[in-house]
């Protein structure tokens, strides 16, 4: 319709009517284009306010798991601490035998924290993620994530130390296969009472295991903070 009548109105030579066809189809295009672009802010701010708030739950979540990772880490340092005492000659095997016992078993058994989760794992992972408009929240993520990534490497490579040590520890307890942490343990208290290699090994693991702990609690330090600003 609109070209029919710009044809007329150029065949009639009608310039001021043309003119007003083309003001009306620029116009036309100029208020299209800003719609799309105000439709397109709209669903970015959308697609931003659902990501935050996912951010949110997801730091929550991060937060409760570890926080159950740094008990863990505690009590095998706590665990240890006996085994140690026993082991330098004080009588206490039969009130603490099952922390005891457990030492020598399961500190091969390191906690799993879920840190790299949900979208503060996106975030970490440095993936796409939706754009933060707001300069100053931006701002309040960044810092976390620095904070984190390097609080995440120390904690990481406490892991690595933790497993080595004591894959050592299992070996000089006496596994007939050392590196499967299922095959049943046969160790000789009495021969381990006599080790101060192993006993500096234990303790060792035990100083791992407190570090651990001290790394979970700086993180979740950092993540509570992020969410007391909300």
């Known amino acids: 319709m609109l070209l029919q009548r710009f044809v007329k109105h150029f065949t009639d030579q009608n310039w001021f009517a043309v003119s007003l066809d083309v003001i009306i189809v620029i116009s036309g295009i100029f208020i299209g284009m800003q719609l799309n672009e105000w439709n397109g802010e709209r669903v970015e701010k959308q697609q931003e306010q659902i990501f935050l708030s996912q951010l949110e739950r997801d730091i929550e979540h991060i937060i409760s798991s570890v926080g159950n990772a740094k008990r863990e880490h505690i009590v095998s340092m706590v665990q240890g601490k006996l085994a140690l005492r026993y082991l330098r000659g004080e009588d206490l095997y039969e009130e603490y035998k099952q922390d005891i016992e457990s030492v020598f078993e399961n500190t091969h058994e390191i906690p799993k924290p879920q840190i790299i989760y949900g979208n503060l794992g996106t975030l970490l992972d440095g993936r796409n993620y939706p754009r933060i408009s707001n300069t100053l929240e931006l701002t309040e993520i960044n810092s976390l994530l620095n904070e984190l990534r ?70 979740n330090e950092h993540l509570s903070k992020y969410l007391d600003k909300k």
Request: aromatic share 8%; proline share 4%; net charge negative.
């Open 150 to 219: 390097t609080l995440i490497d120390v904690y990481h490579l406490i892991e690595e130390m933790i497993i080595e040590t004591t894959k050592i520890n299992r070996e000089m307890i006496g596994f007939s296969i050392p590196n499967d942490p299922s095959f049943p343990i046969q160790y000789n208290i009495d021969e381990l009472k006599e080790s101060s290699t192993f006993r500096n090994r234990l303790q060792n693991t035990m100083r791992l295991h407190n570090h651990a702990a001290q790394m979970l609690e700086q993180m």
